[in-house]
């Protein structure tokens, strides 16, 4: 329930702090007093629409708090925390409306949209008034209600449930289907590549290792050619080995007629054809390790080239062609075997629709009953409310052809407000004061079932006689047995049945010449004041406090 309402600098208020209690809270005052600044202030709390012309006169900003005292598990805490919202304690909605227009909204002092305030503010908040047709205008409310009257909400949750995974078996054969009818139209497609990619048989890190060892051998194939030509001049018919050899052994021939001349020349030139023979060695080594196969070459070369054309064909890159040729080949099994998938998935599919039209049926003839329920517990209500002549009626249109997750129903309440008249939608055939008398009989006959914790019924009992304000006010007040019931009214029938009775008055501000809204609450003496004032008027006289007494009285 709404616990407290605090309100900073919104249009005559300066500062107000409200509490409010259980069961049914009346206000009352002169018309001008302020009442709908109270409701403009509740609603902007609860995600209404802001506007810069709320901020009080001279102020940059203005604010407004509103503090619920919700159940741990109630659809509103559950909407928070879904948004990652603390739901702790009490709920705290804060609404920051500045002067320029623009506004910020905060629950449990997080930041959020004022959108997810709206929704939260929505499932514990309901303002009603005559010209309020938030419960009515939807058509898609309707059949909520009616699912709260017959205790259908599980039920209407398991077929939508059983409606989305009609859909998503559905979805899944309409995807499959057209993988197989794509497949199919590229099925010769598909079997040449597929033959063509297996036959090449791409394998991971293929173009790597190619290329690595076709640059490896290319590199070889230059080194080689220097070798071999010093290998050429070592060894062939231009190599000095033999004429050192033939310069030795004639200098040693020599070097016996001339001691001591010729020795060290005869050893240098010995070491020099050692060093030439080592030479020749380490080339014909260094040769033989320089010896590649030109076919391996050939053969490497044309592996990766023909690699190189496959991705260019296909348009991937050589490392995806073995991921290509796996798909491939998938989609060509998937094509094989596609029929049959197609028959697996068609019945799934209707399958899910049976069930579904089944619990559909089912839910549509337990709300055609529930209909004729709600109807009779509302009429029920009519007569004390001086809509003795009217009828209510729950229109249950059931097209099996175009269900939802809603069901297979569209439901829509209608009326008919006099005998002769056409019956017909309620928020198009019934006047302003009419719906309102409509809305609490509805509200009476769902008493705590569809329906937000708090209800704030703004001025329903304009225009109504003493005997249709005092019926009023008895509903009112079974209403707040269940649910919270703040009123604003006129009616001092209305007035006297309540638990709590607050002021509102308009009051100067001292030192200014403005004037503030202020709000009372009074006690049994200030009631009575009050509701002598709301039936005689301006000129209270004492018979007029005798029958506010025995209001008072008779309505507590």
């Known amino acids: 329930m709404l616990a407290q309402l605090s309100i900073r600098d919104i249009v005559l208020i300066e500062r ?57 598990r109630h659809a509103a805490r559950l909407l928070l925390r879904d948004n990652g919202i603390d739901d702790e304690g009490d709920m705290i909605f804060r ?7 623009r506004t910020k909204a905060f629950v ?6 004022v959108q997810l305030m709206r929704q939260a503010g929505q499932l514990l908040v309901e303002i009603h008034g005559q010209h309020d047709d938030r419960a009515l205008v939807d058509t898609d409310a309707h059949r909520l209600l009616l699912d709260a009257f017959g205790g259908l909400g599980e039920a209407a949750g398991d077929v939508g449930a059983l409606y989305f995974r009609w859909k998503e078996a559905e979805r ?22 597929v033959e063509e990619l297996e036959t090449l048989s791409p394998q991971d890190g293929e173009e790597e290792e190619l290329a690595e060892r076709r640059s490896r051998m290319m590199k070889a194939e230059r080194i080689a050619v220097d070798i071999s030509e010093a290998s050429d001049f070592l060894n062939g018919n231009a190599s000095p080995v033999p004429l050192i050899a033939s310069l030795v052994r004639r200098l040693e021939r020599k070097s016996h007629e001339a001691p001591g001349l010729l020795e060290e020349t005869v050893e240098l030139l010995d070491q020099a054809l050692n060093q030439l023979s080592d030479a020749q060695m380490a080339v014909e080594a260094a040769l033989r390790k320089t010896e590649y196969d030109p076919k391996e070459l050939e053969r490497t070369e044309e592996r990766l080239f ?99 997750e809603e069901g297979i129903d569209t439901v829509e309440f209608h009326v ?23 809305l609490l009989a509805l509200k009476v006959a769902l008493a705590d079932r569809g329906s937000a914790p708090t209800l704030v019924f703004d001025e329903i009992d304009t225009g109504v006689g003493g005997a249709v304000a005092d019926a009023i006010g008895q509903r009112l007040k079974r209403l707040s047995a269940t649910v919270q019931v703040l009123s604003v009214t006129h009616a001092p029938q209305v007035a ?29 003496g200030a009631r009575t004041e009050e509701i002598a004032r709301m039936l005689a008027g301006a000129s209270i006289t004492d018979e007029a406090r005798a029958a506010a007494a025995r209001l008072l009285t008779g309505g507590t």
């Open 16 to 72: 107000l702090e409200l509490t409010f209690e259980a069961g049914l809270s009346v206000l009352t005052g002169e018309t001008g007093a302020g009442k709908s600044i109270l409701l403009d202030s509740l609603s902007l709390a609860l995600g209404g629409r802001g506007d810069g012309s709320l901020v009080r006169h001279g102020a940059e900003r203005g604010q407004v708090t509103a503090v619920f005292d919700v159940p741990p």
């Open 95 to 101: 609404r920051q409306q500045s002067a320029d227009g």
């Open 108 to 113: 449990n002092d997080q930041p959020v949209s």
């Open 172 to 193: 899944a054969l309409r995807k499959h289907r057209e993988r197989v009818e794509a497949a199919a139209r590229e099925a010769d497609y598909l079997r040449s590549s």
């Open 306 to 404: 023909a690699l190189r054309a496959a991705s260019r064909k296909y348009s991937v890159p050589v490392t995806g062609l073995p991921a290509l040729a796996a798909k491939m080949i998938a989609d060509l099994a998937e094509l094989d075997a596609g029929e049959e998938r197609l028959v697996t998935l068609d019945a799934q599919a209707r399958e899910a629709q049976a069930a579904f039209d089944a619990a559909a049926r089912s839910l549509s003839e337990r709300r055609h009953n529930t209909g004729k329920a709600l109807a009779e517990a509302v009429m029920a209500e009519l007569p004390a409310l001086k809509l003795e002549r009217a009828r209510f009626m729950v229109e249950i249109a059931t097209d099996p052809e175009a269900g939802g």
């Open 416 to 438: 008919q407000t006099n005998p002769g008249t056409r019956p017909g939608p309620i928020m198009k055939v019934a006047s302003g004061g009419e719906l309102s008398r409509f």
């Open 496 to 524: 006297a049945r309540a638990g709590t009775h607050l002021l509102i008055s308009k009051a100067p501000v001292e030192g200014s010449e403005t004037v503030a809204t202020r709000v009372a609450r009074m006690d049994d």
